[in-house]
């Protein structure tokens, strides 16, 4: 792939963020790179994981949206004795966090929006950063309100409108009119959406700033992760070397000559009221 290939943000697009196996497939694809290019995703991770109640003793557990495992492992470890299943849409990453963790660890190829999994069957679902990829969040948080028992927990991870504005500009800048960027849920109407169908989920919102050498070194971050997405307005030829160095040029830079992403980052907490 040229170095000038579009930059793409890692989330869904209003009209739909393409079939759910081009998104396996590119996340599969990235299997092999994307712990090494996850800050963003191992951030967030880690401030879901720390905001779990610390009494919890969950005999079941499910890492939704596992990806390589990186969390599924984390959790084995601080929940030795619950059985803990990683699903993910994505056969490459289900394959590659197999490979690298306890047999103990169970693995699901499964679509969020429709879990094979019995009712009130789950103590606590984790869920970093995947449900910006349903265009049916609503059927994600439906399936998780199903499979969780009764005191059970839901902790979820996304981005809001506003991620990666600096990008989104310097391409305003660059090639007028012509997306290359997804739209972001807005703070608002994720939360009338959560608010809706998990009565008393709390929120939790910041803004995370990643510096990178270049625009070029977020492109490859992006990449790395899979998360070059073709949605329905790009373009389907490669960008053109000079506005891919016009969007270089457009996008600011700090005094030292670094770049700045920033992220809206969202985090749902929710306990299943018992009955």
Known sequence: M????????????????????????????????????????????????????????????????????????????????????????????????????SETIRWLNADAEQLPLPDNSTDLIYSNLMIQWSTRPEAVLAECQRILKPGGILAISTLLEGTLEELKQAWAYADPGQPHVNRFTHHADWKRLTGQQLPGSTLETATLALPYDSPMALNRELKHLGAVFKGEERRRTITAPGRFKAMCAAYPSTEDGLVVASYHAGWLYWTKTSR
């Open 2 to 101: 040229s170095a000038y290939s579009d930059l793409t943000a890692i989330t869904r697009a209003e009209g739909g963020t393409g079939s759910k196996a081009c998104i396996a497939r590119g996340f599969g694809g990235a299997s092999q790179t994307y712990d090494s290019a996850s800050r963003l995703q191992k951030a967030m991770g880690d401030t879901m994981l720390a905001n779990i109640p610390e009494n919890l003793k969950p005999a079941t557990i499910l890492d939704l949206g596992c990806g390589t495992g990186w969390f599924t492992r984390k959790l084995a470890s601080q929940y030795p004795n619950a059985a803990i299943t990683g699903a993910d849409l994505a056969p490459g990453m289900l394959q590659q966090a197999k490979a690298c963790s």
